[in-house]
């Protein structure tokens, strides 16, 4: 099996920054791409961050100048750095990793655990 564990999340001023990793482990034969999604009750899910392997990051407008995805390839783990957190930035952060399980199965998307984010004074 593929596991996903996320870390880094909690509550903190507007203005301040955060680190959440996500690393990916088990029985991965080819990693295609890692990121994160953020969700808040009532609303869409949000691609926020997102690299793909052999591909340069990809971040929603939002964001942009203030979160930077990073990878560690030898630990199959990326890093989510927010800087000047916002209100706005408040959610569940969902990381993902599109995982080749093995050479004779498709393609899956498997999920991290989330954790909260809270911006607020």
């Known amino acids: 099996q593929v596991q996903v564990v996320e870390s880094g999340g909690g509550l903190v001023q507007p203005g301040g920054s955060l680190r959440l990793s996500c690393a990916a482990s088990g029985s991965i034969w080819r990693l295609n791409a890692m990121g994160w999604y953020r969700q808040v009750p009532g609303a869409q899910r949000e691609l926020v961050a997102s690299l793909v392997s052999g591909g340069s990051p990809h971040y929603v407008d939002s964001v942009k100048g203030r979160f930077t995805i990073s990878r560690d390839n030898a630990k199959n783990t990326v890093y989510l750095q927010m800087n000047s957190l916002k209100p706005e930035d408040t959610a569940v952060y969902l990381c993902?990793?599109?995982?080749?399980?093995?050479?004779?199965?498709?393609?899956?998307?498997?999920w991290g655990q989330g954790t909260q984010v809270t911006v607020s004074s």
């Open positions: 993902y990793a599109d995982v080749v399980p093995d050479p004779f199965i498709r393609e899956y998307v498997y």
